[in-house]
């Protein structure tokens, strides 16, 4: 019974594909989340939706466009891309109650590869 | 600017052999401070909150602590299985900010 999962688990393509990366989480939270992990493990957030809407977009490039069907749901959508894209990309949840937010959880992560 | 610092980048320790972790930290409006433990191919895992300077909390030989200015992960004799990546994050606002992280290797 896996809290947080994503798919695919790796991904290689070529520069200038369209990819997508999915996500599900089945602990009923509000608040989802998308991060990019770089080569060097620093972890940094971009996107975070709560109750399917957006609410932190951290100055990603607008190729990059999440979607949450609902709220067990945050999609990503990478269009046109490019070398620098390569990296790990998580998707994380939380509960959120008034102004605490709890702890996120994870998911295993999304190893992207672009050639 | 808001800014977490994960000391030290790297620690190699002997079995048994305690030390800490530190996560140093400048930020305004902070909500929480989190400790996060990743292993290698997987997404961090939840260890521990703390919310105001002055609290700790344990969970087997893992004991943060929180003042004003940094956070301290302690590990105490500690197993070659409490091997990874220990990640600090604060949060800020609606958003987790992470520091690098300290990879920990314990030997047999």
Known sequence: DTAVSQTPKYLVTQMGNDKSIKCE???????????????????????????????INETVPNRFSPKSPDKAHLNLHIN???????????????????????????????????L | EDQVTQSPEALRLQEGESSSLNCSYTVSGLRGLFWYRQDPGKGPEFLFTLYSAGEEKEKERLKATLTKKESFLHITAPKPEDSATYLCAVQIAQKLVFGQGTRLTINP
């Open chain 1, 25 to 55: 989480q089945n602990l009923g939270h509000d608040t989802m989340y998308w991060y990019k992990q770089d080569s060097k493990k620093f972890l940094k957030i971009m996107f975070s939706y709560n109750n399917k809407e957006l609410i």
């Open chain 1, 80 to 114: 046109s891309l490019e070398l620098g894209d390569s990296a790990v990309y998580f998707c994380a949840s939380s509960p959120v109650s008034g102004d605490v937010y709890n702890e996120q959880f994870f998911g295993p992560g999304t190893r992207l590869t672009v």
